[in-house]
């Protein structure tokens, strides 16, 4: 069925070790299902009868990664792996965490306990066993998420599964099986309960898919999103201009995320949060400053569902920028403003938020425009032009020493409007001359 060529040398000595120590074992979950479908596998999870000290004893280089869960990783020279004493969860509390984690001696119920049958999938590639209790590899070929056992009783056990029901969705593109999604919308006080960290951890894995679209419109359908996202809802039925736009603002909003390059988190943030707040800001066909108001609010989200404060410091610079309107007619001194304004670190991927933008309204404009800024940009940075107050050629201590003041809110002030001038005109970055303009001040 599958090959041993398939899985990674590390992963088979864990599993040999362990079976040759009296102890079963296997390949578990995410790793069985992708390879099935021919995906690549990132972490190779194993399960063994093993007790975690049991686990540690066979092998050198150990760590305690997860002791309370029963996991512990085993490093090795081609990788990290996972490694799981078999479990059977049979009590939760507040529908977040098992209320004591019971190990057990059968893999049966280790599987029992997983979310989906896709998921409970387990493999000894020794003895080429697989373990499908529950028609996982069906699911599979049919491209269905179902849970294993009554998706109410599963969804109510833990109200993350049903947000990662839309997750997997999006990650593999299959449909959720109708019951399940059903139980979705009967349980979302539970879901309610989860930790945002828990979220925000979906949530990436989310955004890192082919086509987060799925993902959000199914949570949309079910009621999540309304719960954990009801800003992206509100967009959902608000209309734009035609002659610019065929999608509503929520459309729009999924489509440009799509379009946004997969393995980039803030960007795909970004393009899905860009138009956030044109459902509060709308006035007839106009967004008055809907990217202003749209930093505010996705910063809001953002730090609501724990992202990091360099993860929300960017988004929210690329949401509050996304309107610039380029022409051929902008004046060098507009171009170096713009650096000044986005940053120059920033700048590629403003590029990559318009793209995405632009590939999700009504005709795709000819994007030539972001060649030529491009290229104007790039000179200004060939020519070292000043962009900063640390950039000039004068600092703090002239402006003191020129004008005989001491330190205080004016020096800033001077140095600012300097700035300002050498933005219009770089040649006055020069010491003379600024020293000269300095006394201008007094
Ligand atoms: P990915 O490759 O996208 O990480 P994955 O299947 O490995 O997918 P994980 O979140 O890493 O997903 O979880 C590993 C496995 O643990 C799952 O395949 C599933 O069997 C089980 N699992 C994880 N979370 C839950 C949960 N909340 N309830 C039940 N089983 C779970
Ligand atoms: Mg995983």
Not at 187 to 202: I, N, Q, S, Y
Not at 322 to 332: A, L, Q
Request: charged residues 30%; aromatic residues 8%.
């Amino acid at each position: 069925m599958l090959k041993n060529e398939q899985f990674p040398a590390g992963a088979l000595e864990i599993i040999k070790k362990l079976k040759a120590s009296g102890y079963q074992a296997y390949l578990v979950g995410g790793c069985i299902r992708d390879r099935l479908l021919d995906l690549s596998v990132e972490e190779w999870d194993i399960t063994t009868a093993a007790k975690p000290d049991e686990v540690a004893k066979l092998f050198p280089k150990v760590v305690p990664t997860g002791i309370e869960y029963g996991t512990v990783t085993i490093l090795l020279p081609d990788g990290n792996y996972e490694v799981t004493t078999f479990r059977a969860d049979e009590k939760y509390v507040d529908g977040r965490h098992p209320a004591n984690v019971v190990f057990t001696g059968d893999i049966h119920k280790d599987v029992s306990r997983r979310d989906f049958t896709i998921n409970a999938l387990a493999y000894d590639p020794l003895a080429d066993e697989l373990i499908d209790d529950f028609a996982g590899k069906k699911d599979l070929n049919n491209k269905v998420i179902r849970t294993v056992g009554d998706p109410i009783e599963r969804f109510r056990e833990d109200g993350l599964r049903s947000v990662r029901a839309c997750r997997f969705a999006a990650k593999l593109g299959f449909e959720i099986e109708q019951r399940t999604f059903e139980a979705i919308g009967q349980t979302l006080d539970v879901t309610k309960k989860v930790a945002p960290e828990r979220l925000h951890d979906e949530l990436v894995k989310m955004l890192a898919a082919e086509k987060p679209s799925i993902g959000f419109e199914l949570m949309r359908r079910s009621g999540l999103l309304k719960q954990i996202l009801p800003e992206l809802e509100a967009c959902w039925g608000v209309e734009q201009p035609p002659e610019f736009h065929k999608y509503d603002v929520y459309w729009h909003s999924l489509h440009s995320c799509d379009a946004a390059p997969k393995g980039d988190i803030v960007i795909r943030l970004a393009a899905l949060l860009h138009d956030i707040s044109k459902p509060s800001c709308k006035k007839d066909f106009t967004y008055y400053n809907h990217d202003q108001v749209g930093m505010e609010t996705a910063e809001n989200i953002l730090k609501r569902l724990k992202f990091s404060n360099e993860e929300i410091g960017k988004v929210s610079n690329l949401i509050g920028n996304h309107m610039f309107n380029y022409t051929s007619e902008w004046s060098d001194a507009a171009v170096r403003r713009f650096i000044r304004r986005v940053g120059l670190g920033n700048i590629k991927a403003l590029f990559a938020l318009r793209e995405a933008d632009t590939r999700a309204m009504e005709r795709e404009i000819d994007s030539h425009y972001l060649v030529e800024l491009q290229k104007r940009i790039h000179k200004i940075v060939e020519e070292q032009n000043a962009l900063h107050v640390s950039d000039l050629k004068v600092d703090g201590n002239d402006v003191m020493q020129t004008l005989n003041i001491p330190a205080g809110p004016k020096i800033g002030r001077v140095l600012d409007d300097l700035l300002e001038k050498v933005l219009d005109d770089p040649k006055l970055n020069d010491r003379e001359i600024l020293l000269k303009m300095i006394k201008t001040y007094a």
